[in-house]
Nanobody, 124 residues
Framework: QVQLVESGGGLVQAGGSLRLSCVVSGLTFSTHTMGWFRQAPGKEREFVATISWSGGTSYYGDSVKGRFTISRDNAKNSVYLQMNSLKPEDTAVYYC?????????????????WGQGTQVTVSS
């Protein structure tokens, strides 16, 4: 079966940094688009970042541009999200997702598999 397992979430002060990891199994990781989304209580799921199959193309949501960086290591079946200059409004559950396409995309509907999520809380 396909599994996506996130880790690295936690509590951090505003201005701090956190690095999320997602390890994928059960699919051909190197051909899949990967993405990060987040969801805060009472809000819709929000696009954060995406990366193409080769890692050559990345897109970011406007609210995180310049602060977050997505990367992948196909040899390790892993995708990462480096989060710097964190703000309280970044507080959410962060989800790793995969899409059977290859090209970077922010479309939520493109992603077929999702992790369980990891909580990120940024205190002011």
């Amino acid at each position: 079966q396909v599994q996506l397992v996130e880790s690295g979430g936690g509590l951090v002060q505003a201005g701090g940094s956190l690095r999320l990891s997602c390890v994928v199994s059960g699919l051909t990781f190197s051909t899949h688009t990967m993405g990060w989304f987040r969801q805060a209580p009472g809000k819709e799921r929000e696009f954060v970042a995406t990366i193409s199959w080769s890692g050559g193309t990345s897109y970011y949501g406007d609210s995180v541009k310049g602060r977050f960086t997505i990367s992948r290591d196909n040899a390790k079946n892993s995708v990462y999200l480096q989060m710097n200059s964190l703000k309280p409004e970044d507080t959410a559950v962060y989800y790793c997702a995969s899409a059977p396409w290859g090209g970077a995309t922010s479309r939520l509907a493109a992603y077929d598999y999702w992790g369980q999520g990891t909580q990120v809380t940024v205190s002011s």
